[in-house]
């Protein structure tokens, strides 16, 4: 099965076997390629309310190295999934026709709440028995991010999504390099309320464990844990406390892009808004009272693999 995963920042492909349905709950997805590009097809959307011509260009060479790897590897099925920076495009009928002549299959447009439950399933199967349910799962996007409350058997409580994410609050307020005290303010405030609106809806207070999705949190991880190289194995459910969560997002936000981009696990294409990133958790951590978080590299992508499998619908 072949899923993908196109963000406001990134491109995903997750080519991988699934068990058999019969094999139960605990049963793995077996990886055969994983692959990342940063393609930034939000790109002004938040402004123009359309994807840039040259975003959907950046996309579709991308698009056109997946659909090539996925023919390669003989995947019986493709489900693409097409986020945030779709939503909210003017355009999006022009970006949906050349996904259709590139891969051969139609993106979905998910909703939020969809969105959020499949990054929940991607995100829940295979924790760790020590991580203690209830689960806030929070995936911090480019132009969104989503709240999913839950427990271990993959029942969804509540899910909501809102319109914070690291490329629409560094567009939005972090124009300096570094940013200004008045700009991370702004930036602070304007996440602080979005995180209010969401945890009024989803009961995020009351779960037990944070587990932390995407670039973003996997990034402020790394610096934390002190990583030379970019490690999914040692990042994959490493625990990060609130202090060094805070601790990372004020020497993001002083250093400036060069600086960032000399941090050795940071990829150049998330240099410049991982700032906006960090803090969009470490407010979070700090609204819903989390003392931790659990970074997980498996997330959306994983959850619209395990929905290829025969018995979901």
């Known amino acids: 099965m072949a899923a993908i995963d196109c963000g406001t920042n990134s491109i995903r492909l997750l080519v991988a076997d699934l068990p058999d349905p019969s094999a139960g709950p605990e049963a793995p997805l077996v990886d055969l390629t994983r692959r990342m590009e940063i393609v930034r097809l939000g790109q002004g959307v938040d402004r123009t309310g359309r994807l840039a011509p040259e975003a959907i260009e950046r996309t579709r060479v991308a698009l056109q190295a997946y659909a090539a790897e996925i023919r390669s590897l003989g995947a019986e099925r493709v489900r693409m999934c097409a986020t945030s920076a779709s939503r909210d495009a003017s355009n999006a009928a022009e970006f949906r026709a050349m996904v259709e002549q590139t891969l051969g299959v139609a993106p979905e447009v998910v909703s939020g709440d969809e969105e959020a439950r499949l990054s929940f399933?991607?995100?829940?199967?295979?924790?760790?028995?020590?991580?203690?349910?209830?689960?806030?799962?929070?995936?911090?996007?480019?132009?969104?991010?989503?709240?999913?409350?839950?427990?271990?058997?993959?029942?969804?409580?509540?899910?909501?999504?809102?319109d914070i994410g690291c490329v629409r609050m560094t567009e939005r307020h972090l124009a300096g390099d570094p940013p200004t005290a008045d700009e991370i303010g702004a930036a602070e405030a304007d996440i602080a309320a979005a995180v209010d609106r969401a945890l009024a809806?989803?009961?995020?207070?009351?779960?037990?464990?944070?587990?932390?999705?995407?670039?973003?949190?996997?990034?402020?991880?790394?610096?934390?844990?002190?990583?030379?190289?970019?490690?999914?194995?040692?990042?994959?459910?490493?625990?990060?406390s609130y202090d060094e969560v805070a601790k990372?997002?004020?020497?993001?936000?002083?250093?400036?892009?060069?600086?960032?981009?000399?941090?050795?696990?940071?990829?150049?294409?998330?240099?410049?808004?991982?700032?906006?990133?960090?803090?969009?958790?470490?407010?979070?951590?700090?609204?819903?009272?989390?003392?931790?978080?659990?970074?997980?590299?498996?997330?959306?992508?994983?959850?619209?693999?395990?929905?290829?499998?025969?018995?979901?619908?």
């Open 121 to 162: 399933t991607g995100a829940v199967r295979g924790l760790p028995a020590a991580a203690e349910a209830p689960y806030l799962v929070v995936d911090i996007g480019g132009g969104s991010t989503e709240f999913v409350v839950g427990s271990r058997d993959l029942t969804v409580d509540a899910a909501i999504s809102v």
């Open 201 to 240: 809806v989803v009961p995020g207070r009351e779960a037990a464990t944070l587990i932390g999705l995407a670039g973003s949190v996997t990034t402020v991880v790394a610096i934390a844990e002190g990583l030379t190289g970019y490690d999914p194995e040692r990042i994959h459910h490493a625990r990060v």
């Open 248 to 313: 990372v997002t004020g020497d993001l936000l002083s250093m400036t892009r060069e600086q960032r981009l000399a941090i050795p696990v940071m990829h150049p294409g998330r240099a410049d808004v991982i700032g906006a990133g960090a803090l969009v958790l470490r407010v979070i951590m700090e609204r819903a009272g989390m003392p931790s978080v659990v970074a997980s590299e498996h997330d959306i992508l994983d959850g619209i693999a395990w929905s290829l499998l025969p018995s979901a619908s």
